[in-house]
């Protein structure tokens, strides 16, 4: 049932409640502010505002500032042409100015400014042919005065909401606002000179200043605290409720690992055995182990999980591993075999492209106990599949899965263990507000012999010369990647495609040595076409970002990306992890098309200048911010609407250690600030962190 606290619903109320917004605008309006209720209209904020408050005769007009002004209005001048503006003629005692109209409707103009009228117009001032003129300018009748916003915030806008729409939907939700029960630290509050929640959420709308629009303005910084406590209050919640469920103790293998050690062509690096220790250290306990592993591209993440997973094996449970796309599942697969080969462990592999008696079959296996360890897709988790008795879940590419499916995963067997691991370096502010549940663990060594891969920037000018370099290199036995931004060609983006690149390459190297892959081939095509590269047959792989992760051909020396400008560092960073990976030299090519803007310049630059996946990381959230690094929207990460995570870390950090500090104090949250804590979780929809203190 929801016990949502009635001050709020005010604010959970549809769009369609306010003044003027019907269902159309409603649905426009939404999708803008990412939500169909009035408190998404409220935090979505300002980016700039027009001052009205400037006043003067029309003779002292500065260029270029936004005057209001009272003037007459003597003649209007409709233009036959179209494409012709329409002016009216206006004047004060000290001179005249041009009111000008683009694409004008006369009738509507005439009755706007009806000659002879005193009128209140507001807008920039232009000199043309040295005279005034303003250009499309607010117009209000004298009496109407206040009808024009002496300082009228601007808004980030979508197609069909114009800012005046938006403001008046907005002016109406502020009587909406309620005023609640403080869920801060009097003393926190107090020292940073925040006001209450209410009032900021008023100030948001009513900048004055352009100071009012930066991230750390106390208005903003107060609101973007409420958010980022509402997270890691959540997360401290469901952390503690997991660590409650009872786990089970897995003494470390030791029989297992050491055949696997003895079949491994390497020794551990450092960080793996560190990781492992931390690993072996949880599962040894009977509580619910719930930790991270965070890796660079190539620091060996698959054999610290093969060893985890054998702790679960050797104590006569089964173990899982999950990745996001088929083509990882796969790979998985051929890393893991071996190993488990070695050490006499049975494992099955199930993705979404086992149908009918082979899939039976399969989670017969499972359910039967006979598969020790299970590799897969989310196919491994769907209400079909029935465990034996599941001890380890390891989730692979975790950035793609969110704290929901965590937890849906979880309930598949009672206490089971469960490490997540991503190869995507992540910003710790980042990381704090996504894995706040976790504990991490971090692989920051890469294993011995591997060489630095050595990264050049050319320009598009200049492929004749990088495949020049290419036709060199392969037929020295080079096999190379070369990636293309789109599937095919586009009308929309000149960009080059991977088909077009694919017929390019294929006329200049041979039909039969070079491979196409993207993400609208069949599983079973894909497959083949890896093969065939994998195996020597192809010397190019033309392809999308299709093999960003997993894909794993340490013959492959050579990373071509085209149009390298339009990739994101993180992303960049994960395609020229592809090559590196065996012990001969590697490149990264990346192409640009000319000229470069700033941010892809230093995009580009700290490419060249570093291979470290965690400084890498950083700067991608100063350049990008936290919303669109890992791609919150497709991975169920948070979104945060005031909350900057690039200019807000250290509040993070704050809201952090309050959050440990309320639920070691007040783990039921029933103290006065408990309550409003409450009010806190329920304004942010953290209803299901709530549920926990009703024996969920």
């Not at 081939?521 to 047959?537: I, L, S, W």
């Not at 640009?592 to 890498?616: C, H, Q, S, V």
């Not at 919303?627 to 929207?633: E, N, R």
């Not at 990460?637 to 500090?661: G, N, P, V, Y």
Request: hydrophobic content about 40%; charged content about 25%; some cysteine.
């Amino acid at each position: 049932m929801n016990q949502r606290p009635f001050e709020i619903d005010p604010l959970f109320r549809s769009l369609t409640t306010l003044a003027g917004v019907g269902p159309r605008n409603a649905k426009l309006l939404e999708k803008l502010i990412g939500g169909p209720k009035v408190l998404d209209l409220l935090l979505h904020a300002p980016i700039d505002f027009i001052d009205r408050r400037f006043s003067c005769p029309i003779a002292k007009c500065p260029n270029g500032k936004v005057v209001t002004m009272e003037v007459h209005v003597d003649k209007h001048f409709p233009n036959a042409r179209k494409s012709l503006p329409y002016r009216v003629k206006c004047t004060d005692n000290s001179g005249e100015i041009s009111l000008v109209f683009f694409h004008a409707n006369k009738g509507w103009i005439e009755k706007l400014l009806p000659i002879g009228k005193n009128m209140i117009i507001s807008g920039r001032v232009e000199y043309f042919q040295g005279l005034p003129q303003m250009v499309h300018p607010e117009i209000a009748k004298p009496e109407e005065r206040k009808t024009l916003e002496t300082v009228e915030p601007i808004y980030p806008l979508t197609q069909g909401v114009t800012n005046k729409t938006l403001r008046k939907a907005i002016n109406g939700a502020l009587d909406f606002i309620p005023k609640l029960p403080e869920w801060l630290d009097d003393a926190h509050k107090t020292q940073n000179g925040w006001g209450d929640w209410h009032d900021n959420l008023r100030s948001l709308h009513e900048p004055l200043s352009l100071d009012e629009l930066e991230p750390m303005h106390k208005t903003r910084v107060r609101l973007a605290y409420d958010e980022l406590l509402a997270n890691q209050l959540t997360l401290a919640i469901v952390r503690d409720h997991q660590r409650k469920i009872n786990g089970r103790a897995f003494p470390t293998s030791t029989d297992l690992r050491s055949k696997v050690e003895a079949a491994l062509p390497f020794i551990l690096t450092g960080a793996q055995k560190r990781s492992l220790f931390e690993i072996d250290e949880d599962m040894r306990i009977p509580a619910r182990m719930l930790r991270l592993l965070q890796g660079d591209v190539g620091s060996g993440k698959t054999v610290v999980a093969c060893m985890a997973m054998l702790n679960a094996i050797e104590a006569g449970a089964q173990a899982a591993i999950m990745a996001p796309t088929e083509i990882l599942a796969r790979q998985h697969e051929m890393s893991l075999k071996p190993w488990l080969c070695a050490a006499g462990v049975s494992f099955v592999t199930l993705t979404g492209r086992d149908k009918g008696k082979s899939r039976d079959a399969i989670l017969q296996q499972i359910k039967d106990g006979d598969a020790q360890i299970i590799i897969g897709t989310h196919a491994i988790f769907q209400q079909d599949v029935e465990y034996h008795d599941l001890g380890l879940a390891v989730i692979d590419e975790q950035h793609r899965f969110g704290v929901h499916q965590r937890l849906e995963l979880s309930n598949k067997n009672k206490g089971t263990d469960i490490l997540v691991m991503t190869a995507t370096p992540i910003p710790r502010t980042l990381a704090l507000t996504a894995y706040g549940d976790l504990e991490v663990s971090k692989l920051d060594e890469k294993p011995a012999g591997r060489k630095p891969i050595e990264t050049l920037l050319f320009s598009n000018e200049k492929i004749e010369q990088v495949m020049a370099g290419l036709k060199r290199k392969t037929s020295e036995g080079a096999r190379v990647y070369w990636v293309c931004p789109l599937v095919e060609e586009s009308e929309l983006v000149n960009l080059t495609s991977a088909e077009e690149r694919f017929d390019i390459l294929q006329s200049c190297f041979g039909t039969g040595r070079v491979g196409l892959i993207h993400g609208r081939m069949k599983p079973t095509e894909k497959d083949a076409v890896m093969a065939q590269f994998k195996d020597g047959a192809l010397d190019i792989l033309v392809a999308t970002t299709v093999i960003e992760v997993g894909v794993n051909v340490p013959e492959a020396t050579i990373m071509v990306i085209e149009h390298a400008e339009h990739f994101g560092l993180s992303q960049l960073h994960q395609l020229r992890g592809r090559v590196g990976r065996g012990a001969e030299q590697s490149y990264c090519f990346l192409l640009y098309a000319t000229p470069l803007g700033e941010t892809a310049k230093e995009r580009l630059n700290i490419m060249r200048d570093t291979e470290d996946g965690f400084i890498i990381a950083e700067k991608d959230l100063e350049l990008r911010g936290g919303g669109d690094i890992l791609g919150t929207k497709q991975s169920g990460m948070t979104e945060f609407k005031i909350a900057d995570l690039a200019a807000h870390s250290d509040l993070l950090a704050t809201a952090r250690d309050d959050a440990k500090l309320i639920i070691n104090k007040d783990p039921k949250l029933e103290s006065k600030r408990g309550k409003a804590l409450k009010t806190l979780l329920y304004l942010f929809e953290r209803d299901q962190a709530i549920q926990y203190f009703r024996g969920g």
